[in-house]
Protein backbone atom coordinates (compact mmCIF):
# COMPACT_ATOMS: atom_id res chain seq x y z
CA UNK A 1 0.00 0.00 0.00
CA UNK A 2 1.80 3.33 -1.11
CA UNK A 3 -0.80 5.20 0.75
CA UNK A 4 -3.97 5.48 3.04
CA UNK A 5 -5.75 8.01 1.18
CA UNK A 6 -7.06 6.91 -2.50
CA UNK A 7 -6.83 10.56 -3.65
CA UNK A 8 -6.38 14.10 -2.19
CA UNK A 9 -6.88 17.86 -3.94
CA UNK A 10 -5.09 20.49 -2.33
CA UNK A 11 -5.80 24.10 -2.60
CA UNK A 12 -6.21 23.42 -6.33
CA UNK A 13 -7.41 26.53 -8.17
CA UNK A 14 -7.30 26.65 -12.10
CA UNK A 15 -9.62 29.27 -14.60
CA UNK A 16 -12.02 27.11 -16.37
CA UNK A 17 -13.29 30.61 -18.42
CA UNK A 18 -16.32 32.79 -18.68
CA UNK A 19 -15.70 33.96 -15.62
CA UNK A 20 -15.84 30.27 -13.71
CA UNK A 21 -12.81 29.19 -12.05
CA UNK A 22 -11.86 26.75 -9.02
CA UNK A 23 -10.46 28.04 -6.27
CA UNK A 24 -8.72 26.79 -3.25
CA UNK A 25 -10.64 23.50 -3.35
CA UNK A 26 -9.61 20.81 -1.33
CA UNK A 27 -10.77 17.32 -0.01
CA UNK A 28 -9.43 13.88 0.38
CA UNK A 29 -10.71 9.99 0.38
CA UNK A 30 -9.26 7.67 2.70
CA UNK A 31 -8.37 3.97 0.78
CA UNK A 32 -11.18 1.97 1.13
CA UNK A 33 -14.64 4.38 1.05
CA UNK A 34 -16.89 6.02 -1.54
CA UNK A 35 -17.42 9.80 -1.57
CA UNK A 36 -19.85 11.93 -3.07
CA UNK A 37 -19.53 15.28 -4.83
CA UNK A 38 -22.41 17.21 -4.47
CA UNK A 39 -23.66 20.24 -6.37
CA UNK A 40 -25.92 21.99 -8.90
CA UNK A 41 -25.28 21.28 -12.61
CA UNK A 42 -22.83 23.95 -13.07
CA UNK A 43 -21.12 23.90 -9.54
CA UNK A 44 -17.70 22.36 -10.89
CA UNK A 45 -18.14 18.66 -10.41
CA UNK A 46 -16.62 17.40 -13.63
CA UNK A 47 -13.77 20.18 -13.75
CA UNK A 48 -12.90 19.24 -10.44
CA UNK A 49 -12.98 15.52 -11.58
CA UNK A 50 -10.97 16.37 -14.47
CA UNK A 51 -8.52 18.32 -12.66
CA UNK A 52 -7.98 15.18 -10.22
CA UNK A 53 -7.39 12.57 -13.28
CA UNK A 54 -4.93 15.02 -14.56
CA UNK A 55 -7.18 15.39 -17.81
CA UNK A 56 -6.86 19.31 -17.11
CA UNK A 57 -3.94 21.41 -15.77
CA UNK A 58 -3.94 22.82 -12.12
CA UNK A 59 -3.14 26.04 -12.33
CA UNK A 60 -2.34 26.03 -8.26
CA UNK A 61 -2.32 23.51 -5.45
CA UNK A 62 -1.45 19.75 -6.44
CA UNK A 63 -3.34 16.68 -6.70
CA UNK A 64 -2.72 13.01 -5.71
CA UNK A 65 -4.15 9.74 -6.92
CA UNK A 66 -3.54 6.47 -5.79
CA UNK A 67 -0.52 8.28 -3.67
CA UNK A 68 1.44 9.67 -6.69
CA UNK A 69 1.47 13.35 -7.59
CA UNK A 70 -1.05 14.61 -10.52
CA UNK A 71 0.07 14.41 -13.31
CA UNK A 72 1.58 11.32 -13.12
CA UNK A 73 2.71 7.97 -14.88
CA UNK A 74 0.46 6.58 -17.53
CA UNK A 75 1.10 3.43 -15.62
CA UNK A 76 -1.36 4.94 -12.85
CA UNK A 77 -4.05 4.51 -15.57
CA UNK A 78 -4.20 1.22 -15.30
CA UNK A 79 -5.61 1.41 -11.45
CA UNK A 80 -8.13 3.59 -12.09
CA UNK A 81 -11.49 3.06 -13.80
CA UNK A 82 -12.92 6.28 -14.79
CA UNK A 83 -16.40 6.81 -16.45
CA UNK A 84 -17.54 10.41 -17.63
CA UNK A 85 -20.64 11.66 -18.29
CA UNK A 86 -20.69 11.13 -22.16
CA UNK A 87 -19.32 7.51 -23.31
CA UNK A 88 -16.30 7.55 -25.22
CA UNK A 89 -17.30 4.20 -26.88
CA UNK A 90 -18.08 4.44 -30.25
CA UNK A 91 -21.84 3.38 -30.80
CA UNK A 92 -21.11 1.00 -33.69
CA UNK A 93 -18.70 -1.94 -31.75
CA UNK A 94 -20.97 -4.91 -30.65
CA UNK A 95 -19.08 -5.48 -26.87
CA UNK A 96 -17.26 -8.30 -28.27
CA UNK A 97 -15.36 -5.25 -29.89
CA UNK A 98 -15.41 -3.36 -26.88
CA UNK A 99 -13.00 -5.78 -25.36
CA UNK A 100 -10.83 -5.96 -28.25
CA UNK A 101 -9.88 -2.44 -28.59
CA UNK A 102 -9.36 -1.54 -25.07
CA UNK A 103 -7.98 -4.78 -23.98
CA UNK A 104 -4.13 -3.91 -25.45
CA UNK A 105 -4.43 -0.35 -23.46
CA UNK A 106 -4.74 -2.68 -19.92
CA UNK A 107 -1.47 -4.69 -18.79
CA UNK A 108 -4.01 -6.80 -16.43
CA UNK A 109 -7.22 -7.06 -18.66
CA UNK A 110 -8.96 -10.04 -17.26
CA UNK A 111 -11.11 -11.41 -20.41
CA UNK A 112 -12.62 -13.63 -18.21
CA UNK A 113 -13.79 -11.04 -15.86
CA UNK A 114 -15.20 -9.14 -18.80
CA UNK A 115 -17.56 -11.70 -19.88
CA UNK A 116 -18.69 -12.88 -16.22
CA UNK A 117 -19.51 -9.04 -16.13
CA UNK A 118 -21.47 -8.82 -19.02
CA UNK A 119 -23.50 -12.17 -17.67
CA UNK A 120 -24.11 -10.94 -14.55
CA UNK A 121 -25.20 -7.10 -15.69
CA UNK A 122 -27.29 -8.65 -18.62
CA UNK A 123 -25.65 -7.63 -20.87
CA UNK A 124 -25.78 -9.20 -24.98
CA UNK A 125 -22.00 -9.54 -25.96
CA UNK A 126 -23.19 -9.14 -29.19
CA UNK A 127 -25.08 -5.82 -28.37
CA UNK A 128 -24.00 -3.32 -30.34
CA UNK A 129 -23.11 -0.02 -27.69
CA UNK A 130 -25.38 2.04 -29.40
CA UNK A 131 -28.32 0.35 -28.82
CA UNK A 132 -27.66 0.22 -25.08
CA UNK A 133 -30.27 2.58 -22.74
CA UNK A 134 -28.67 4.04 -20.29
CA UNK A 135 -28.51 1.89 -17.65
CA UNK A 136 -26.84 -0.42 -19.62
CA UNK A 137 -24.09 1.71 -21.07
CA UNK A 138 -23.00 2.81 -17.46
CA UNK A 139 -23.08 -1.09 -16.74
CA UNK A 140 -20.75 -1.47 -19.67
CA UNK A 141 -18.11 1.21 -18.80
CA UNK A 142 -18.01 -0.22 -14.83
CA UNK A 143 -17.78 -3.90 -16.09
CA UNK A 144 -14.54 -2.21 -18.26
CA UNK A 145 -13.40 -0.41 -14.84
CA UNK A 146 -13.48 -4.09 -13.08
CA UNK A 147 -12.11 -5.84 -15.32
CA UNK A 148 -8.43 -4.12 -15.54
CA UNK A 149 -8.34 -4.41 -12.20
CA UNK A 150 -9.00 -0.86 -11.39
CA UNK A 151 -8.55 0.01 -7.75
CA UNK A 152 -10.25 3.65 -8.07
CA UNK A 153 -13.92 4.16 -9.75
CA UNK A 154 -14.39 7.42 -10.48
CA UNK A 155 -18.02 8.40 -12.38
CA UNK A 156 -19.24 11.62 -13.14
CA UNK A 157 -23.02 11.38 -13.08
CA UNK A 158 -23.13 8.08 -12.83
CA UNK A 159 -27.39 8.00 -11.63
CA UNK A 160 -28.67 10.72 -14.02
CA UNK A 161 -30.79 9.14 -15.89
CA UNK A 162 -31.42 6.21 -14.28
CA UNK A 163 -34.29 4.75 -12.89
CA UNK A 164 -34.64 3.78 -9.31
CA UNK A 165 -34.16 0.05 -9.88
CA UNK A 166 -31.01 0.76 -12.05
CA UNK A 167 -29.73 3.11 -9.36
CA UNK A 168 -30.03 0.43 -6.60
CA UNK A 169 -28.13 -2.25 -9.17
CA UNK A 170 -25.90 0.44 -9.44
CA UNK A 171 -25.27 0.73 -5.26
CA UNK A 172 -25.06 -2.72 -5.28
CA UNK A 173 -21.99 -2.59 -7.98
CA UNK A 174 -20.59 -0.22 -5.93
CA UNK A 175 -20.87 -2.10 -2.98
CA UNK A 176 -19.18 -5.40 -4.35
CA UNK A 177 -16.46 -3.18 -5.24
CA UNK A 178 -15.95 -1.87 -1.99
CA UNK A 179 -15.71 -5.34 -0.84
CA UNK A 180 -12.10 -5.32 -1.31
CA UNK A 181 -10.64 -3.02 1.53
CA UNK A 182 -8.13 -1.13 -0.67
CA UNK A 183 -10.73 -0.14 -3.66
CA UNK A 184 -12.28 3.16 -3.66
CA UNK A 185 -15.06 5.15 -5.28
CA UNK A 186 -15.82 8.59 -6.11
CA UNK A 187 -18.76 9.92 -7.89
CA UNK A 188 -20.26 12.94 -8.41
CA UNK A 189 -24.40 13.71 -8.33
CA UNK A 190 -27.34 15.95 -7.89
CA UNK A 191 -29.03 13.35 -6.77
CA UNK A 192 -28.87 13.33 -3.38
CA UNK A 193 -30.94 10.38 -2.68
CA UNK A 194 -27.69 7.99 -4.39
CA UNK A 195 -25.64 9.09 -0.74
CA UNK A 196 -27.81 9.11 1.88
CA UNK A 197 -27.30 5.76 1.86
CA UNK A 198 -24.48 4.54 0.49
CA UNK A 199 -21.76 7.67 0.67
CA UNK A 200 -19.55 7.35 3.59
CA UNK A 201 -17.86 10.62 2.76
CA UNK A 202 -19.80 13.97 1.06
CA UNK A 203 -18.25 17.14 -0.65
CA UNK A 204 -20.14 20.01 -1.13
CA UNK A 205 -19.53 21.85 -4.04
CA UNK A 206 -20.63 25.53 -4.90
CA UNK A 207 -19.83 27.88 -7.69
CA UNK A 208 -16.50 26.32 -8.42
CA UNK A 209 -15.27 25.95 -4.27
CA UNK A 210 -15.48 23.47 -1.75
CA UNK A 211 -18.51 24.53 0.95
CA UNK A 212 -18.28 21.58 3.44
CA UNK A 213 -16.07 18.12 3.22
CA UNK A 214 -16.10 15.41 5.32
CA UNK A 215 -17.67 11.76 6.87
CA UNK A 216 -21.36 12.43 5.65
CA UNK A 217 -22.97 12.35 9.21
CA UNK A 218 -20.25 14.88 10.55
CA UNK A 219 -21.65 16.89 7.53
CA UNK A 220 -24.65 16.38 8.33
CA UNK A 221 -24.50 17.52 12.06
CA UNK A 222 -23.19 20.79 11.03
CA UNK A 223 -26.63 21.93 9.74
CA UNK A 224 -29.88 23.18 10.73
CA UNK A 225 -32.46 23.50 8.68
CA UNK A 226 -35.10 26.42 9.86
CA UNK A 227 -38.55 27.05 9.27
CA UNK A 228 -40.69 30.01 10.32
CA UNK A 229 -43.97 32.22 9.17
CA UNK A 230 -43.77 34.76 6.45
CA UNK A 231 -42.24 37.15 8.50
CA UNK A 232 -39.74 35.11 10.67
CA UNK A 233 -35.99 34.65 9.57
CA UNK A 234 -35.64 38.52 9.41
CA UNK A 235 -38.72 39.91 7.87
CA UNK A 236 -40.26 40.41 4.40
CA UNK A 237 -38.05 43.03 3.86
CA UNK A 238 -34.88 41.47 4.57
CA UNK A 239 -34.09 43.20 7.88
CA UNK A 240 -31.26 41.42 9.44
CA UNK A 241 -32.56 41.04 13.01
CA UNK A 242 -30.64 37.41 13.53
CA UNK A 243 -27.55 38.29 14.66
CA UNK A 244 -24.56 36.39 14.39
CA UNK A 245 -26.46 33.64 12.44
CA UNK A 246 -26.24 33.24 8.89
CA UNK A 247 -29.35 32.19 6.82
CA UNK A 248 -28.22 30.25 3.64
CA UNK A 249 -30.18 29.77 0.98
CA UNK A 250 -33.05 31.65 2.86
CA UNK A 251 -36.59 30.94 0.91
CA UNK A 252 -39.66 32.93 1.18
CA UNK A 253 -43.14 32.13 0.42
CA UNK A 254 -46.26 33.84 1.57
CA UNK A 255 -46.95 30.75 3.50
CA UNK A 256 -43.27 30.63 5.47
CA UNK A 257 -39.80 30.88 5.16
CA UNK A 258 -36.81 28.43 5.16
CA UNK A 259 -33.62 28.49 5.66
CA UNK A 260 -30.18 26.28 6.49
CA UNK A 261 -27.98 27.70 9.36
CA UNK A 262 -24.51 25.93 10.74
CA UNK A 263 -25.26 24.07 13.69
CA UNK A 264 -23.28 26.35 16.26
CA UNK A 265 -25.27 29.26 15.43
CA UNK A 266 -28.99 27.88 15.14
CA UNK A 267 -28.92 28.43 18.82
CA UNK A 268 -29.06 31.71 18.56
CA UNK A 269 -32.41 31.28 16.48
CA UNK A 270 -36.25 32.15 18.31
CA UNK A 271 -37.87 29.40 20.42
CA UNK A 272 -40.91 29.78 17.95
CA UNK A 273 -39.06 28.77 15.05
CA UNK A 274 -38.38 25.00 14.07
CA UNK A 275 -35.18 23.54 13.75
CA UNK A 276 -34.37 20.43 12.25
CA UNK A 277 -31.55 18.25 11.50
CA UNK A 278 -31.51 18.64 7.93
CA UNK A 279 -31.72 16.15 4.99
CA UNK A 280 -28.50 15.99 2.38
CA UNK A 281 -30.83 17.35 -0.42
CA UNK A 282 -32.22 20.24 1.98
CA UNK A 283 -28.48 21.00 2.23
CA UNK A 284 -27.86 20.93 -1.19
CA UNK A 285 -30.71 22.95 -1.97
CA UNK A 286 -29.91 25.81 -0.15
CA UNK A 287 -26.28 25.67 -0.69
CA UNK A 288 -27.37 25.34 -4.61
CA UNK A 289 -29.29 28.73 -3.76
CA UNK A 290 -27.26 30.68 -2.29
CA UNK A 291 -26.05 34.12 -4.27
CA UNK A 292 -22.50 33.69 -5.28
CA UNK A 293 -20.68 35.28 -2.41
CA UNK A 294 -17.57 37.71 -2.51
CA UNK A 295 -16.26 36.30 -5.91
CA UNK A 296 -19.96 36.38 -7.30
CA UNK A 297 -21.95 36.52 -10.52
CA UNK A 298 -25.51 37.05 -10.54
CA UNK A 299 -27.15 37.97 -7.12
CA UNK A 300 -29.46 35.59 -5.36
CA UNK A 301 -33.44 36.04 -4.91
CA UNK A 302 -33.40 36.70 -1.40
CA UNK A 303 -30.49 35.42 0.43
CA UNK A 304 -31.06 37.63 3.25
CA UNK A 305 -28.08 37.28 5.39
CA UNK A 306 -27.96 38.41 8.77
CA UNK B 1 -28.87 -13.01 10.53
CA UNK B 2 -31.83 -10.33 10.24
CA UNK B 3 -31.41 -6.66 9.40
CA UNK B 4 -34.62 -4.58 8.96
CA UNK B 5 -33.83 -0.41 8.73
CA UNK B 6 -36.59 1.73 9.30
CA UNK B 7 -36.02 4.98 7.47
CA UNK B 8 -38.59 6.75 9.10
CA UNK B 9 -38.38 5.75 12.65
CA UNK B 10 -35.75 8.61 13.24
CA UNK B 11 -33.36 6.48 14.90
CA UNK B 12 -29.72 6.70 13.34
CA UNK B 13 -28.96 3.13 11.01
CA UNK B 14 -26.15 2.23 12.82
CA UNK B 15 -28.04 2.03 16.04
CA UNK B 16 -31.25 0.22 14.55
CA UNK B 17 -28.23 -2.52 13.33
CA UNK B 18 -26.39 -2.21 16.29
CA UNK B 19 -30.02 -2.98 18.46
CA UNK B 20 -31.29 -5.59 16.71
CA UNK B 21 -28.10 -7.87 15.98
CA UNK B 22 -27.91 -6.97 20.04
CA UNK B 23 -31.33 -8.07 20.75
CA UNK B 24 -30.41 -10.83 18.58
CA UNK B 25 -27.59 -12.08 20.74
CA UNK B 26 -29.35 -11.78 23.94
CA UNK B 27 -32.55 -13.58 22.48
CA UNK B 28 -30.45 -16.46 21.29
CA UNK B 29 -31.39 -16.00 17.80
CA UNK B 30 -27.82 -15.36 17.04
CA UNK B 31 -25.89 -18.24 19.10
CA UNK B 32 -22.26 -17.94 20.34
CA UNK B 33 -19.55 -18.23 17.93
CA UNK B 34 -22.41 -17.64 14.84
CA UNK B 35 -20.02 -15.66 11.96
CA UNK B 36 -21.58 -12.60 11.24
CA UNK B 37 -21.19 -10.86 7.34
CA UNK B 38 -18.18 -8.69 6.97
CA UNK B 39 -18.80 -4.75 7.66
CA UNK B 40 -18.54 -4.10 3.78
CA UNK B 41 -21.01 -7.45 2.98
CA UNK B 42 -23.69 -6.19 5.67
CA UNK B 43 -23.26 -2.29 4.11
CA UNK B 44 -23.45 -3.99 0.04
CA UNK B 45 -26.58 -5.90 1.12
CA UNK B 46 -28.27 -3.26 3.32
CA UNK B 47 -27.21 -0.64 0.48
CA UNK B 48 -25.93 1.84 3.61
CA UNK B 49 -22.42 2.92 4.53
CA UNK B 50 -19.31 1.06 5.35
CA UNK B 51 -18.67 3.88 7.93
CA UNK B 52 -22.21 3.60 9.38
CA UNK B 53 -21.98 -0.46 9.49
CA UNK B 54 -18.68 -0.23 10.72
CA UNK B 55 -19.83 1.86 13.36
CA UNK B 56 -22.60 -0.67 14.76
CA UNK B 57 -20.36 -3.20 14.83
CA UNK B 58 -17.38 -1.42 16.79
CA UNK B 59 -20.17 -0.27 19.64
CA UNK B 60 -21.21 -3.70 18.91
CA UNK B 61 -17.52 -5.39 20.30
CA UNK B 62 -17.14 -2.07 22.47
CA UNK B 63 -20.31 -3.90 24.74
CA UNK B 64 -19.36 -7.22 24.33
CA UNK B 65 -21.54 -8.62 22.06
CA UNK B 66 -19.23 -9.36 19.31
CA UNK B 67 -15.45 -10.06 18.53
CA UNK B 68 -13.64 -8.73 15.05
CA UNK B 69 -10.73 -10.30 13.20
CA UNK B 70 -9.58 -7.74 10.94
CA UNK B 71 -9.63 -8.08 7.50
CA UNK B 72 -12.16 -11.59 8.36
CA UNK B 73 -14.82 -10.99 10.07
CA UNK B 74 -16.99 -10.81 13.13
CA UNK B 75 -18.42 -13.65 15.63
CA UNK B 76 -21.10 -13.56 18.59
CA UNK B 77 -19.29 -13.86 21.75
CA UNK B 78 -20.40 -15.71 24.80
CA UNK B 79 -23.56 -14.43 26.60
CA UNK B 80 -22.21 -14.51 29.97
CA UNK B 81 -19.37 -12.39 29.22
CA UNK B 82 -19.43 -9.61 32.08
CA UNK B 83 -19.70 -6.70 29.44
CA UNK B 84 -22.96 -7.95 28.58
CA UNK B 85 -24.20 -8.03 32.32
CA UNK B 86 -22.53 -4.80 32.45
CA UNK B 87 -24.44 -3.61 29.57
CA UNK B 88 -27.84 -5.11 30.95
CA UNK B 89 -27.32 -3.31 34.17
CA UNK B 90 -26.73 -0.03 32.14
CA UNK B 91 -30.30 -0.58 31.19
CA UNK B 92 -31.50 -1.02 34.01
CA UNK B 93 -30.35 1.62 35.98
CA UNK B 94 -31.08 3.68 33.01
CA UNK B 95 -35.05 2.62 32.92
CA UNK B 96 -35.28 3.13 37.09
CA UNK B 97 -33.69 6.69 36.48
CA UNK B 98 -36.55 7.62 34.12
CA UNK B 99 -38.87 5.60 36.68
CA UNK B 100 -37.36 7.53 39.33
CA UNK B 101 -37.74 11.23 37.71
CA UNK B 102 -41.12 10.40 36.63
CA UNK B 103 -41.91 9.25 40.28
CA UNK B 104 -40.66 12.62 41.55
CA UNK B 105 -42.95 14.63 39.32
CA UNK B 106 -45.79 12.28 40.41
CA UNK B 107 -44.81 12.74 44.06
CA UNK B 108 -44.14 9.42 44.95
CA UNK B 109 -41.80 8.53 48.15
CA UNK B 110 -39.76 5.00 48.24
CA UNK B 111 -42.29 2.71 49.58
CA UNK B 112 -45.06 4.11 46.48
CA UNK B 113 -42.37 3.66 43.61
CA UNK B 114 -41.43 0.09 45.72
CA UNK B 115 -44.58 -0.96 45.23
CA UNK B 116 -45.15 -0.45 41.81
CA UNK B 117 -42.08 -2.46 40.97
CA UNK B 118 -43.50 -5.69 43.59
CA UNK B 119 -46.96 -5.25 41.19
CA UNK B 120 -44.92 -5.09 38.04
CA UNK B 121 -43.06 -8.11 38.86
CA UNK B 122 -45.77 -9.93 40.26
CA UNK B 123 -48.06 -9.38 36.89
CA UNK B 124 -44.81 -11.12 34.75
CA UNK B 125 -45.14 -13.85 33.09
CA UNK B 126 -43.16 -16.49 34.50
CA UNK B 127 -40.01 -15.45 33.17
CA UNK B 128 -36.61 -16.82 34.53
CA UNK B 129 -35.86 -14.33 37.65
CA UNK B 130 -32.49 -11.96 36.09
CA UNK B 131 -33.55 -13.16 32.08
CA UNK B 132 -33.17 -10.56 29.32
CA UNK B 133 -36.74 -8.57 29.57
CA UNK B 134 -36.52 -7.13 26.08
CA UNK B 135 -40.17 -6.56 25.48
CA UNK B 136 -40.76 -2.59 24.53
Keep these: ?306 | MRVVLSNSSGVPLYRQIKEQIGAAVLAGDLAEGATLPSVRALARDLRISIITTNRAYTELAAEGFIGTVPGKGAYVLPLDSALVREQLLRQVEEGLQTALDAGRQAGLDRGQLLEILDGLMQSEPDRTPGGPARDE
Design chain 1, 1 to 306: MTSDLAFALRSVGCAVGGGFALRDVSFELPTGYVMGLIGANGAGKTTMIRCLLGMRAIETGEAELLGRRVPGPVELRQDIGVVLDHTALVGDWRLTEVERTLRPFYDRWDGARYRHFLDEFGLDPRARVRDLSRGMAMKLVIAVALSHHARLLVLDEPTSGLDPVARDELAGIIGDFLLDEEHSVLFSTHITADLDRIGDYVTLVHRGRVVRTGPKDEVLDSYRVVRGGPDDLGGTDGAATLVGVELIGLRRTPAGAQALVRAEEADLLDAGLLVERPTLEEIALHIGSEPSGPVGRRGGRSGAIA
